[in-house]
């Protein structure tokens, strides 16, 4: 499989190249492969392993640079734990992607990534220097990813005071090849820190650095899987219902890892695209203009992306027209998350997340007949459904919503006890992580001294 750059018609790379890359860096493009090759679904079982459903999936992108034995041991190792899908009311389920050891969806990706990087990695000179900029759980699920992980290192720079407790805990109890420096600034100097080491010749001629960035495809591809696995056995169970996948989004990686996956072939007829107040990809559906902008915090605060970089690969595969017919959108400001929460936690005893809970109202508006009461001249600048019918509108009565829940509500017990009365118990994985010990390192936000670090503890 090759794969192709957003932005270089003519440029192509082998799949080792793509990750380990990340992006073209001559162009800023983004790899997309070359085409999206159909499994036949109806060949697994009633109840296919997931790490089955991983392996038939990722074996055409990965051709013959890993061999089969390699890559099942490499899914094998990623993979642990399962997606669950479980059935909240008569026409909705929710898809758990929490069950990974930092309690996100971000695991799934970053789990393979972390492999493929170490498989390509190996027999090469010297380890490979991981820097990432996080404010908060992209950091936590790339460290434990990479964690123990052979021949790389990975540090990881967070704004100091500036995410929360547990995030702190998740990122900074790291021991042996992960480490977590704790910067005196925000996250935007961490990110400039990581940046301007990429871009220091003496320090590159030293060290073989990368990052691990979510842009990477390596990334996307994996989260593919989860989407394919539950729609087959949300199909099994609903026979002749349409499947409709409802994703909580900020960068919009996992929606087009939906994509990918119903490129493919998976029973999934198509999506809702949901954000919280920043609404960026529900503007440029409804209004045919893409405006980035600054993002604004929100409780929802993984999805606060006001430029979220997957529409670079959303605009490549697809035409607006194209993306209107399999898109229903939907935005949801921060009172509308907490009411959002109680419902759930009311209509169907089910504590879902602040990122969950923008999904699930919007699967609640759609069931309930919005999408046939849309105003084509409806005010974007309130929350809601986007005045945008997609091609599967007519035909809700006949489908089940899968609402994606990208994280365990434990993670966000403030605001669940806001709108709930109740903080959920945290899972035994993060209470433990909470009585460990600290080791993270105290730096200025000064390039010079970050550099004189790298110098010293990089080998
Ligand atoms: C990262 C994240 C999202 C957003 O996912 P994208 O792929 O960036 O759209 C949603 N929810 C949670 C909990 C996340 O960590």
Request: aromatic fraction near 12%.
């Given at each position: 499989?090759?794969?192709?750059?957003?932005?270089?018609?003519?440029?192509?790379?082998?799949?080792?190249?793509?990750?380990?890359?990340?992006?073209?860096?001559?162009?800023?493009?983004?790899y997309v492969p070359e085409s999206f090759p159909k499994i036949e679904f109806e060949k697994f079982s009633e109840n296919p392993d997931f790490r089955k459903v991983a392996f038939e999936m990722i074996s055409p992108y990965v051709g013959d640079e890993i061999p089969e034995s390699d890559l099942r041991r490499l899914i094998d190792d990623a993979y642990p734990f399962d997606p669950r899908l479980e059935k909240i009311d008569d026409k909705s389920y929710v898809l758990e992607l929490f069950h990974g050891p930092t309690c996100a969806?971000?695991?799934?990706?970053?789990?393979?990534?972390?492999?493929?990087?170490?498989?390509f990695n190996r027999g090469s000179e010297g380890r490979l220097h991981i820097l990432v900029a996080t404010s908060g759980d992209t950091g936590s699920a790339v460290g434990s990813?990479?964690?123990?992980?052979e021949g790389l290192d990975v540090t990881i720079l967070y704004p100091e005071g500036k995410i929360s407790p547990l995030q702190e805990k998740q990122l900074s109890t790291f021991t042996g090849n992960v480490r977590a420096l704790r910067v005196k600034g925000t996250f935007d100097d961490c990110q400039k820190l990581v940046k301007t080491a990429f871009t220091d010749s003496s320090l590159r001629n030293k060290f073989r650095l990368s990052s691990a960035n979510s842009i990477n495809i390596s990334r996307l591809l994996p989260q593919s899987f989860y989407y394919a696995h539950a729609a087959l056995q949300a199909r099994r169970e609903?026979?002749?219902?349409?499947?409709?996948?409802?994703?909580?989004?900020?960068?919009?990686?996992?929606?087009?890892?939906?994509?990918?996956?119903?490129?493919?072939?998976?029973?999934?007829?198509?999506?809702?695209?949901?954000?919280?107040?920043?609404?960026?990809?529900?503007?440029?559906?409804?209004?045919?203009?893409?405006?980035?902008?600054?993002?604004?915090?929100?409780?929802?605060?993984?999805?606060?992306?006001?430029?979220?970089?997957?529409?670079?690969?959303?605009?490549?595969?697809?035409?607006?027209?194209?993306?209107?017919?399999?898109?229903?959108?939907?935005?949801?400001?921060?009172?509308?998350?907490?009411?959002?929460?109680?419902?759930?936690?009311?209509?169907?005893?089910?504590?879902?997340?602040?990122?969950?809970?923008?999904?699930?109202?919007?699967?609640?508006?759609?069931?309930?007949?919005?999408?046939?009461?849309?105003s084509r001249d409806a005010d974007i600048k309130k929350p809601g459904l986007t005045p945008n019918v997609p091609d599967w509108a007519d035909c809700v009565s006949d489908c089940v919503g899968m609402i994606l829940e990208t994280a365990s509500p434990a993670k966000f017990g403030q605001t669940v006890k806001l709108a709930t009365g109740k903080e959920p118990a945290l899972p035994e994985r993060l209470e433990r992580v909470m009585e460990l010990p600290d080791n993270s390192v105290p730096m200025e936000n000064d390039y010079g001294k970050f550099s004189a670090w790298l110098e010293e503890n990089l080998h």
């Open positions: 499989m090759l794969y192709l750059d957003t932005r270089d018609k003519n440029f192509k790379v082998d799949f080792k190249s793509a990750v380990m890359g990340g992006m073209n860096a001559a162009t800023g493009g983004l969806f971000k695991d799934f990706g970053a789990r393979f990534m972390a492999r493929a990087m170490s498989y990813a990479f964690h123990n992980v609903n026979p002749g219902k349409k499947i409709i996948a409802v994703v909580p989004s900020g960068n919009f990686g996992n929606l087009t890892s939906g994509l990918i996956a119903r490129e493919m072939g998976a029973p999934i007829e198509g999506f809702v695209a949901t954000t919280n107040s920043n609404h960026t990809i529900p503007d440029w559906i409804a209004t045919s203009r893409y405006e980035p902008r600054p993002s604004v915090e929100t409780f929802a605060n993984a999805m606060d992306v006001g430029a979220p970089s997957n529409y670079e690969r959303i605009s490549y595969m697809y035409s607006l027209e194209e993306v209107r017919k399999l898109f229903a959108s939907f935005w949801l400001d921060n009172d509308g998350i907490i009411s959002a929460i109680r419902e759930c936690h009311e209509k169907c005893s089910y504590t879902i997340d602040p990122h969950g809970a923008v999904a699930y109202k919007a699967w609640q508006e759609i069931v309930a007949g919005g999408l046939s009461k849309i």
